[in-house]
Protein backbone atom coordinates (compact mmCIF):
# COMPACT_ATOMS: atom_id res chain seq x y z
CA UNK A 1 0.00 0.00 0.00
CA UNK A 2 1.45 3.55 -0.95
CA UNK A 3 0.95 6.63 1.00
CA UNK A 4 1.74 10.31 0.10
CA UNK A 5 1.90 13.11 2.50
CA UNK A 6 0.82 16.42 0.63
CA UNK A 7 1.26 19.75 2.78
CA UNK A 8 -1.19 22.36 2.01
CA UNK A 9 -4.27 24.58 2.86
CA UNK A 10 -7.51 23.35 1.51
CA UNK A 11 -8.79 26.09 -0.42
CA UNK A 12 -11.96 24.16 -1.84
CA UNK A 13 -13.80 21.12 -2.76
CA UNK A 14 -15.28 20.43 -5.91
CA UNK A 15 -17.22 17.12 -5.49
CA UNK A 16 -18.21 17.39 -9.51
CA UNK A 17 -14.42 17.37 -10.73
CA UNK A 18 -13.37 15.06 -7.28
CA UNK A 19 -10.85 17.83 -6.56
CA UNK A 20 -9.51 18.89 -3.64
CA UNK A 21 -7.92 22.40 -4.12
CA UNK A 22 -5.14 23.34 -2.36
CA UNK A 23 -3.38 27.15 -2.67
CA UNK A 24 -0.94 25.89 -5.59
CA UNK A 25 -2.57 22.83 -7.61
CA UNK A 26 -5.70 20.62 -7.24
CA UNK A 27 -5.66 17.20 -6.16
CA UNK A 28 -7.54 14.68 -7.57
CA UNK A 29 -9.37 11.91 -5.59
CA UNK A 30 -11.54 8.77 -5.84
CA UNK A 31 -13.05 9.05 -2.42
CA UNK A 32 -12.40 11.75 0.19
CA UNK A 33 -12.17 11.61 3.76
CA UNK A 34 -12.81 14.91 5.87
CA UNK A 35 -11.50 14.26 9.62
CA UNK A 36 -10.68 18.10 9.84
CA UNK A 37 -11.28 18.48 13.35
CA UNK A 38 -12.15 21.45 15.66
CA UNK A 39 -11.35 24.37 17.20
CA UNK A 40 -11.84 25.97 20.48
CA UNK A 41 -14.01 28.60 20.99
CA UNK A 42 -12.71 31.88 21.65
CA UNK A 43 -14.86 34.61 23.15
CA UNK A 44 -14.30 38.33 23.13
CA UNK A 45 -15.77 40.85 26.24
CA UNK A 46 -14.70 44.47 26.54
CA UNK A 47 -11.34 44.79 28.05
CA UNK A 48 -10.46 41.16 27.80
CA UNK A 49 -6.89 41.34 25.78
CA UNK A 50 -4.70 38.82 27.16
CA UNK A 51 -5.91 35.07 27.58
CA UNK A 52 -5.14 31.53 27.07
CA UNK A 53 -7.64 28.62 25.55
CA UNK A 54 -7.53 24.80 26.95
CA UNK A 55 -8.00 22.64 24.06
CA UNK A 56 -4.74 20.45 22.90
CA UNK A 57 -1.23 19.41 24.23
CA UNK A 58 0.47 22.37 22.94
CA UNK A 59 -2.68 24.59 24.80
CA UNK A 60 -1.54 22.91 27.99
CA UNK A 61 2.04 23.67 27.87
CA UNK A 62 1.37 27.15 27.16
CA UNK A 63 -0.55 27.19 30.26
CA UNK A 64 1.86 25.60 32.27
CA UNK A 65 4.19 27.72 31.16
CA UNK A 66 2.80 30.53 32.43
CA UNK A 67 1.39 29.79 35.50
CA UNK A 68 4.80 29.38 37.19
CA UNK A 69 4.09 33.22 37.49
CA UNK A 70 0.41 33.74 38.02
CA UNK A 71 -1.08 32.93 41.59
CA UNK A 72 -4.36 33.72 41.13
CA UNK A 73 -6.12 31.99 37.91
CA UNK A 74 -9.88 32.28 36.34
CA UNK A 75 -11.61 29.75 34.16
CA UNK A 76 -14.43 30.62 32.27
CA UNK A 77 -16.12 27.37 31.37
CA UNK A 78 -17.01 24.36 33.89
CA UNK A 79 -17.04 21.67 31.89
CA UNK A 80 -15.04 18.40 31.38
CA UNK A 81 -11.94 20.43 29.83
CA UNK A 82 -12.34 23.64 32.60
CA UNK A 83 -12.65 21.08 35.38
CA UNK A 84 -9.75 19.22 34.64
CA UNK A 85 -7.93 22.26 34.20
CA UNK A 86 -8.87 23.48 37.61
CA UNK A 87 -7.78 20.06 39.32
CA UNK A 88 -4.68 20.11 37.74
CA UNK A 89 -3.60 23.48 38.33
CA UNK A 90 -4.38 22.46 41.97
CA UNK A 91 -2.28 19.66 42.07
CA UNK A 92 0.31 22.00 40.97
CA UNK A 93 -0.48 23.90 44.19
CA UNK A 94 -2.25 26.91 42.75
CA UNK A 95 -4.27 28.18 45.65
CA UNK A 96 -6.50 30.96 43.75
CA UNK A 97 -8.32 29.49 41.32
CA UNK A 98 -11.94 30.24 40.26
CA UNK A 99 -14.77 29.02 37.79
CA UNK A 100 -17.45 30.93 35.77
CA UNK A 101 -19.76 28.30 34.98
CA UNK A 102 -23.10 29.77 32.64
CA UNK A 103 -25.20 26.85 34.61
CA UNK A 104 -25.83 26.29 37.81
CA UNK A 105 -23.88 23.54 37.94
CA UNK A 106 -20.52 22.10 36.66
CA UNK A 107 -19.93 19.07 34.76
CA UNK A 108 -22.91 19.13 32.18
CA UNK A 109 -23.84 16.89 30.40
CA UNK A 110 -21.76 14.33 31.93
CA UNK A 111 -23.63 15.15 35.40
CA UNK A 112 -26.94 15.66 36.48
CA UNK A 113 -27.51 18.41 38.84
CA UNK A 114 -26.83 15.78 42.07
CA UNK A 115 -23.61 14.35 40.92
CA UNK A 116 -22.74 17.45 40.30
CA UNK A 117 -23.13 18.66 43.64
CA UNK A 118 -21.14 16.03 44.82
CA UNK A 119 -18.21 17.05 42.93
CA UNK A 120 -18.66 21.00 43.93
CA UNK A 121 -18.62 20.15 47.40
CA UNK A 122 -14.93 18.61 46.33
CA UNK A 123 -14.02 21.41 44.45
CA UNK A 124 -14.87 23.81 47.23
CA UNK A 125 -13.35 21.91 49.38
CA UNK A 126 -9.82 22.33 47.86
CA UNK A 127 -10.51 26.41 48.24
CA UNK A 128 -11.62 26.99 44.68
CA UNK A 129 -14.25 29.23 43.96
CA UNK A 130 -17.43 28.85 41.94
CA UNK A 131 -19.45 31.18 39.95
CA UNK A 132 -22.80 29.12 39.06
CA UNK A 133 -25.44 30.75 37.14
CA UNK A 134 -23.16 33.50 36.23
CA UNK A 135 -21.03 34.93 33.28
CA UNK A 136 -18.09 37.22 32.31
CA UNK A 137 -19.18 40.85 31.27
CA UNK A 138 -16.05 42.83 30.87
CA UNK A 139 -12.98 43.32 32.78
CA UNK A 140 -10.83 45.51 34.11
CA UNK A 141 -7.18 46.04 34.67
CA UNK A 142 -7.00 42.15 35.31
CA UNK A 143 -10.48 42.15 37.29
CA UNK A 144 -13.59 40.22 35.70
CA UNK A 145 -16.62 41.86 36.05
CA UNK A 146 -19.44 39.21 36.17
CA UNK A 147 -23.48 39.74 35.17
CA UNK A 148 -23.77 39.34 38.67
CA UNK A 149 -21.91 42.49 39.57
CA UNK A 150 -19.00 39.61 41.68
CA UNK A 151 -15.86 40.54 40.77
CA UNK A 152 -12.37 38.39 40.95
CA UNK A 153 -9.00 39.52 39.97
CA UNK A 154 -6.84 37.22 37.80
CA UNK A 155 -3.24 36.96 36.77
CA UNK A 156 -3.66 34.46 34.33
CA UNK A 157 -7.41 34.11 31.98
CA UNK A 158 -8.03 30.79 30.70
CA UNK A 159 -10.77 29.90 28.46
CA UNK A 160 -12.84 26.61 28.01
CA UNK A 161 -16.03 27.36 26.62
CA UNK A 162 -16.45 24.10 23.78
CA UNK A 163 -15.69 23.72 20.39
CA UNK A 164 -16.65 24.40 16.72
CA UNK A 165 -16.58 21.94 14.08
CA UNK A 166 -13.79 23.24 11.08
CA UNK A 167 -14.10 22.08 7.98
CA UNK A 168 -14.26 23.14 3.89
CA UNK A 169 -17.54 24.40 2.18
CA UNK A 170 -18.13 21.85 -0.14
CA UNK A 171 -21.32 23.01 -2.74
CA UNK A 172 -23.95 20.97 -1.52
CA UNK A 173 -23.07 19.54 1.77
CA UNK A 174 -25.15 18.92 4.29
CA UNK A 175 -24.19 20.23 7.66
CA UNK A 176 -25.24 22.14 10.33
CA UNK A 177 -22.95 22.71 13.37
CA UNK A 178 -20.72 20.14 11.48
CA UNK A 179 -20.80 17.98 8.56
CA UNK A 180 -24.01 15.54 8.96
CA UNK A 181 -22.43 11.65 8.05
CA UNK A 182 -24.69 8.63 8.37
CA UNK A 183 -23.86 4.92 9.84
CA UNK A 184 -20.98 4.46 7.83
CA UNK A 185 -19.55 7.46 7.87
CA UNK A 186 -20.93 8.59 4.64
CA UNK A 187 -21.95 12.33 3.62
CA UNK A 188 -25.01 13.01 1.38
CA UNK A 189 -22.62 13.77 -1.24
CA UNK A 190 -20.95 10.58 -3.64
CA UNK A 191 -17.94 9.38 -2.52
CA UNK A 192 -17.27 11.79 0.62
CA UNK A 193 -16.74 10.65 3.71
CA UNK A 194 -16.28 12.26 7.34
CA UNK A 195 -15.31 11.50 10.60
CA UNK A 196 -14.24 12.73 14.30
CA UNK A 197 -14.81 16.35 15.63
CA UNK A 198 -16.07 18.03 12.30
CA UNK A 199 -18.95 16.05 12.81
CA UNK A 200 -22.32 15.32 13.82
CA UNK A 201 -24.77 12.35 13.54
CA UNK A 202 -28.23 11.95 14.44
CA UNK A 203 -29.49 10.18 17.40
CA UNK A 204 -32.73 9.30 16.94
CA UNK A 205 -33.30 8.69 20.81
CA UNK A 206 -33.21 12.08 21.07
CA UNK A 207 -34.68 13.07 17.70
CA UNK A 208 -31.57 15.25 17.07
CA UNK A 209 -28.55 15.42 15.40
CA UNK A 210 -25.24 15.50 18.03
CA UNK A 211 -21.60 17.17 17.55
CA UNK A 212 -18.93 14.03 18.09
CA UNK A 213 -16.69 14.67 20.97
CA UNK A 214 -15.43 11.58 22.03
CA UNK A 215 -12.26 10.19 21.05
CA UNK A 216 -14.48 6.30 20.90
CA UNK A 217 -17.16 7.70 18.66
CA UNK A 218 -14.34 9.50 16.48
CA UNK A 219 -12.43 6.07 15.98
CA UNK A 220 -15.31 4.29 15.34
CA UNK A 221 -16.07 6.24 12.45
CA UNK A 222 -12.94 6.62 11.36
CA UNK A 223 -12.86 2.65 11.11
CA UNK A 224 -16.16 3.04 9.20
CA UNK A 225 -14.60 5.17 7.16
CA UNK A 226 -12.02 3.52 5.84
CA UNK A 227 -13.99 0.12 5.50
CA UNK A 228 -16.52 1.67 3.29
CA UNK A 229 -14.05 3.64 1.25
CA UNK A 230 -12.69 0.20 0.13
CA UNK A 231 -16.00 -1.78 -0.08
CA UNK A 232 -16.42 -3.13 2.57
CA UNK A 233 -19.19 -1.88 3.89
CA UNK A 234 -19.40 -2.48 8.18
CA UNK A 235 -22.59 -4.01 9.69
CA UNK A 236 -23.01 -1.37 13.03
CA UNK A 237 -24.28 -2.99 16.22
CA UNK A 238 -24.88 0.60 17.87
CA UNK A 239 -23.24 -0.01 21.32
CA UNK A 240 -24.29 1.30 24.24
CA UNK A 241 -22.23 4.58 25.28
CA UNK A 242 -19.19 4.55 27.01
CA UNK A 243 -16.60 7.40 28.04
CA UNK A 244 -13.58 7.00 31.00
CA UNK A 245 -11.69 9.86 31.81
CA UNK A 246 -10.60 12.39 34.20
CA UNK A 247 -13.39 15.48 35.89
CA UNK A 248 -11.76 17.52 38.08
CA UNK A 249 -9.41 14.86 39.87
CA UNK A 250 -11.35 12.00 39.42
CA UNK A 251 -11.70 9.57 37.33
CA UNK A 252 -15.09 8.50 35.54
CA UNK A 253 -16.83 6.09 33.90
CA UNK A 254 -20.11 7.28 31.61
CA UNK A 255 -22.19 4.33 30.41
CA UNK A 256 -25.30 3.96 28.20
CA UNK A 257 -27.68 6.39 29.40
CA UNK A 258 -27.63 6.83 33.04
CA UNK A 259 -29.32 10.37 33.29
CA UNK A 260 -32.64 10.30 31.20
CA UNK A 261 -36.05 11.56 32.60
CA UNK A 262 -37.82 8.08 32.85
CA UNK A 263 -36.40 4.96 34.63
CA UNK A 264 -35.63 4.15 38.80
CA UNK A 265 -31.92 5.77 39.87
CA UNK A 266 -30.06 3.84 42.64
CA UNK A 267 -26.84 6.00 43.59
CA UNK A 268 -24.37 5.39 45.92
CA UNK A 269 -22.14 7.78 47.69
CA UNK A 270 -19.15 8.61 49.96
CA UNK A 271 -16.57 11.71 50.34
CA UNK A 272 -14.94 10.03 47.79
CA UNK A 273 -16.59 8.17 45.04
CA UNK A 274 -20.39 8.40 43.39
CA UNK A 275 -21.72 5.43 41.51
CA UNK A 276 -25.32 6.24 39.86
CA UNK A 277 -27.31 3.46 37.99
CA UNK A 278 -30.72 3.62 36.15
CA UNK A 279 -32.80 0.56 35.30
CA UNK A 280 -35.74 1.74 32.41
CA UNK A 281 -38.09 -1.58 32.74
CA UNK A 282 -36.62 -3.48 34.29
CA UNK A 283 -33.58 -3.69 32.41
CA UNK A 284 -30.27 -2.14 33.16
CA UNK A 285 -29.71 1.15 31.29
CA UNK A 286 -27.01 3.04 32.26
CA UNK A 287 -24.10 3.94 35.14
CA UNK A 288 -22.21 7.21 35.96
CA UNK A 289 -19.48 6.31 38.23
CA UNK A 290 -16.53 9.08 39.73
CA UNK A 291 -13.93 8.19 41.96
CA UNK A 292 -14.76 3.85 42.11
CA UNK A 293 -14.97 2.75 38.96
CA UNK A 294 -15.18 -1.04 39.76
CA UNK A 295 -16.89 -3.05 37.84
CA UNK A 296 -17.51 -0.80 35.00
CA UNK A 297 -16.58 -3.09 32.49
CA UNK A 298 -18.62 -5.58 33.84
CA UNK A 299 -21.38 -2.99 34.01
CA UNK A 300 -20.90 -1.79 30.20
CA UNK A 301 -21.91 -5.28 28.86
CA UNK A 302 -24.61 -5.55 31.37
CA UNK A 303 -26.57 -2.88 29.38
CA UNK A 304 -30.38 -4.02 28.10
CA UNK A 305 -30.07 -7.34 30.40
CA UNK A 306 -32.81 -7.97 33.16
CA UNK A 307 -32.16 -6.68 36.22
CA UNK A 308 -33.91 -8.90 39.38
CA UNK A 309 -32.50 -6.86 42.15
CA UNK A 310 -33.87 -3.07 42.50
CA UNK A 311 -31.99 -1.71 45.57
CA UNK A 312 -29.40 0.76 46.73
CA UNK A 313 -27.11 -2.51 46.25
CA UNK A 314 -27.09 -2.51 42.33
CA UNK A 315 -25.16 1.32 42.88
CA UNK A 316 -22.78 -0.53 45.10
CA UNK A 317 -18.96 -1.32 43.62
CA UNK A 318 -19.52 -5.03 44.73
CA UNK A 319 -22.67 -5.62 42.86
CA UNK A 320 -22.44 -8.89 41.18
CA UNK A 321 -22.62 -7.78 37.52
CA UNK A 322 -20.76 -10.52 36.19
CA UNK A 323 -23.89 -13.13 36.91
CA UNK A 324 -25.95 -10.70 34.12
CA UNK A 325 -22.89 -10.73 31.96
CA UNK A 326 -22.08 -14.31 31.64
CA UNK A 327 -18.53 -13.46 31.76
CA UNK A 328 -15.60 -12.97 34.19
CA UNK A 329 -14.89 -9.10 34.24
CA UNK A 330 -11.91 -8.08 36.25
CA UNK A 331 -14.08 -5.83 38.89
CA UNK A 332 -10.73 -3.71 39.71
CA UNK A 333 -10.29 -3.20 36.47
CA UNK A 334 -10.42 0.59 35.42
Known amino acids: MKFDCIHGYVKRIDPESKQVWLEDRPVSY ?5 ASGATPNELAFPGLTDFLVFRDFMDAAKIKEQVSSSKRVLILGGGILGLELAGALNKLGIENIAIVQLTNFVGGPL ?8 LQEKIRGDGITLFLSDSLDHVEDHTAILKSGLTWKFELFVQSTGIRPQFPEIPGLKSGRGIQIGDQSQTNLPDIFAAGDCTEFYNPKLDRWM ?17 AMAGNYLELNHPPFFNASFIYKERYAYIGEPHEADGENYVWKTKSAYRKIRVLDGKLAGALLIGNRHGMMAIYHAIGKTVQEKDLALASPDYKWNEL ?5 DYLFY
Open 111 to 118: LDQKAAEW
Open 211 to 227: TTRIWLDGARQGRAAAN
Open 325 to 329: TGADW
Open 30 to 34: DKLLI
